[in-house]
C-alpha cells in the first residue's frame, strides 16, 4: 500500500491524500491552498496524477482548505462518488458555488487591471456553475457505520469535534491477505467547545495522519473567552468606533453568535448594539446549523430546552445582499460586523477593513487561524500598510485576538487524543502544520509516547508494509532527539509540564462525566497558575 501526500505538508492548507492499493486509487480530502502567493499558485496547476484515476473520495468535513478543490477534480475528470457526513455534504451544497463565485469576482477585479495593461487574462479556477455540477457526486455516510467502499476498503466515520459534521476517518485495507488500520484525524476539534459534541477517542490503528496546526502551544483563556469578548466590546463601543470580526463562515460564526447570546442572556451586552452577519454563506451556514440539532451538545440542547436558542439574538441582522453590505460602510460606531473570509483573503470582509482599518476608534478582532502569507496574518503580525483592492491603507485600528476560538486541538488536546490508543501505531504522520510547529510535536511525541513520527514533503510517497514504513530500505523507528532540541531542565519547564499533565488529565477525566461550569473553573485556575509561571 502506498499514501501519497500532495497537501497540508509543511503548511496547514491544501490537505489532499491519495492512498493506492493494488486493486484501487482513492482520496482523503482535496483542499485549496490558502497563504502566500506560491502556495495559492497550486490551485491553477494540474493535479499531480490523473483525477479520472481517482475511484472515490473520503472527505473529512467541509472547510475549503480540505474541500475545495473537489469541483476543480470534478472538472478535470473525476467521477466518483464523494464520501462525507450528512451535515457536510449539506454544507458543501453551500461552500462549493460560494467559492466558485469568490473565485469569479476575483479574477474579474484582477483582469480588469491586466487588460487595461495589455496582460493575459485570467480563469477561475471553477464557477459558480462548474461547482455546482459536482454536487451530485456527494454521498453522505452516518458516524459510527462501517461501509465497503471498494474490494479491500472499508471505512468509518468518527466525530472529529471540530465543525459541525467533522469527521475522523477509520479505514481498513485489506491487501495479501494483510489488513492494516490506517487512521486520519482530519482537523481535531478542542474539547469542550460550544454547541457540538467532544471529539471521539479511537483506540487502535497501524497507521496515524495527524494534524499539527497547534501542535507547539497551548488555547489559554479558554474558560475566559465570553469575558475577553465582553471586554473588546466594550472599549470599542465606547470608542465610538464598529467592531470587525474576520470570521470563517462555518462554527466560528456560529462560535460567537453562541458568546453573543451568553452575555445577552446576562445582560451585558447592549441591546442597541446592531450585530450584523455580512456573509451569505455565513447566514446559510448558520441556518444549516439551526435545523442540525442531531449533532449538538448536552450542553446546547439544555439552552434551547430553556426556551433560549443560542443562534437566535434579537439584535441580530443579516446582511444578505452586495446592496445590504455596501450599507454597512456608513456605519461609523455601536456596530458588531461578523463578515467572511476569515482570513481576509476574499469576500466582503476585505471591504470592511477598507473603511475601518485606518479608524483608531475601530477594532479588528482575528477568532481563527491566520495562515503564513495571507492578510489577516499580516495585520496581525503588526504591518502598518497593507493594500486592499489596490489602495494602501494605514492601520490605525485596534487589532485584537483570542485564540480560544480556535476549533483545533492544541497540543494538550492532540497529546490527550494519542494516549487514548491502547494499541499503539507503527508510525504517525504529521500533517496540517506550519513547518516550524511540527518539529516540536514530533519531538513530544517521540519522547513521551514511544512513536515514531514522519513529517512528509510535498508530493513525498510511502510505502506501508505490515512490519512498519518502508524509507531508503528501512523501517522507521524513534530517534534519538537532537541533543539541540533538548532544552534546560529548569523550574519554568517543569511547572509548563505539570500544567500539561493537568489539563491532559481533566479532558480525559470530563469526557466520562461533563460538567461545562466545573471544568471551565478548573481550567480557569490552572491558567491563572500557568500565567504566573
Request: glycine content about 8%; hydrophobic content about 40%; charged content about 25%.
Amino acid at each position: 500500500m502506498i499514501i501519497k501526500f500532495l497537501g497540508a505538508t509543511k503548511t496547514v492548507t491544501g490537505s489532499f491524500f491519495v492512498i493506492e492499493t493494488g486493486a484501487v486509487r482513492f482520496a482523503v480530502d482535496c483542499g485549496m491552498f490558502q497563504g502566500s502567493k506560491q502556495l495559492k499558485e497550486k490551485n491553477y496547476s494540474d493535479f499531480p496524477l490523473e483525477p479520472g484515476s481517482i475511484q472515490f473520495i473520503v472527505l473529512t468535513h467541509a472547510h475549503i482548505d480540505h474541500s475545495g478543490l473537489i469541483p476543480k477534480l470534478s472538472k478535470a475528470g473525476f467521477k466518483g462518488p464523494i464520501y462525507t457526513t450528512p451535515a457536510t455534504a449539506e454544507l458543501c451544497e453551500i461552500m462549493f458555488p460560494d467559492a466558485g463565485h469568490i473565485q469569479e469576482s476575483e479574477v474579474e477585479m484582477k483582469n480588469r487591471k491586466l487588460s487595461r495593461a495589455g496582460k493575459t487574462l485570467l480563469e477561475p479556477i471553477y464557477t459558480a456553475e462548474e461547482a455546482l455540477e459536482c454536487l451530485p457526486q456527494l454521498h453522505p455516510l452516518n458516524y459510527d457505520e462501517v461501509h465497503r467502499l471498494a474490494p479491500g476498503v472499508e471505512i468509518r466515520l468518527r466525530d472529529a469535534g471540530h465543525i459541525l459534521g467533522s469527521s475522523m476517518v477509520e479505514m481498513w485495507i485489506d491487501e495479501d491477505g494483510q489488513k492494516e488500520k490506517l487512521v486520519f484525524s482530519g482537523d481535531l476539534g478542542q474539547g469542550s467547545q460550544p454547541i457540538i459534541k467532544d471529539p471521539t477517542m479511537i483506540e487502535s490503528a497501524d497507521y496515524v495522519v495527524l494534524e499539527s496546526t497547534y501542535g507547539d502551544r497551548l488555547h489559554k483563556g479558554t474558560a475566559t473567552r465570553v469575558e475577553q469578548l465582553r471586554k473588546i466590546i466594550e472599549e470599542t463601543m465606547s470608542r465610538g468606533g464598529n467592531l470587525i470580526i474576520p470570521s470563517f463562515a462555518v462554527e466560528r460564526t456560529q462560535d460567537l453568535l453562541y458568546d453573543l447570546s451568553i452575555l445577552q442572556a446576562e445582560g451585558q451586552l447592549d441591546p442597541s448594539i446592531d450585530i450584523y452577519i455580512d456573509s451569505p454563506l455565513a447566514i446559510a451556514a448558520t441556518e444549516i446549523f439551526q435545523r442540525n440539532m442531531e449533532y449538538y451538545d448536552q450542553e446546547t440542547m439544555k439552552i434551547i430546552g430553556g426556551g433560549r436558542h443560542p443562534l437566535k439574538l434579537p439584535n441580530l441582522k443579516f446582511s444578505r445582499t452586495r446592496e445590504d453590505s455596501v450599507e454597512l460602510n456608513n456605519r461609523v460606531g455601536n456596530t458588531i460586523i461578523i463578515s467572511a473570509s476569515g482570513m481576509c483573503d476574499a469576500g466582503r470582509i476585505k471591504y470592511h477593513l477598507k473603511y475601518n482599518l485606518w479608524r483608531p476608534e475601530s477594532t479588528i478582532l482575528f477568532v481563527g487561524y491566520q495562515a503564513v502569507g495571507t492578510l489577516g496574518r499580516r495585520i496581525l503580525d503588526g504591518e502598518k500598510m497593507v493594500t486592499i483592492h489596490g489602495d494602501q491603507l494605514v492601520v490605525k485600528a485596534d487589532i485584537k485576538s483570542i485564540e480560544a476560538y480556535s476549533a483545533h486541538a492544541d497540543q494538550v488536546g492532540l497529546l490527550s487524543w494519542l494516549r487514548h490508543f491502547k494499541q499503539k501505531p507503527k508510525t504517525i504522520f504529521l500533517v496540517h502544520g506550519e513547518e516550524k510547529v511540527q518539529p516540536i510535536l514530533a519531538d513530544l511525541i517521540q519522547s513521551d509516547l514511544g512513536i515514531p513520527v514522519l513529517i512528509p514533503g510535498w508530493l513525498d510517497n510511502y510505502e506501508l508494509r505490515p512490519e512498519g514504513v518502508l524509507v531508503e530500505g528501512a523501517m522507521v523507528q524513534v530517534h534519538e532527539l537532537p541533543e539541540h532540541r533538548v532544552a534546560p531542565v529548569n523550574k519554568a519547564l517543569v511547572a509548563e509540564r505539570k500544567y500539561l499533565e493537568l489539563r491532559t488529565r481533566l479532558n480525559t477525566l470530563f469526557q466520562e462525566k461533563y460538567d461545562r461550569a466545573l471544568y471551565d473553573e478548573l481550567i480557569e485556575s490552572l491558567e491563572k497558575i500557568a500565567s504566573n509561571m
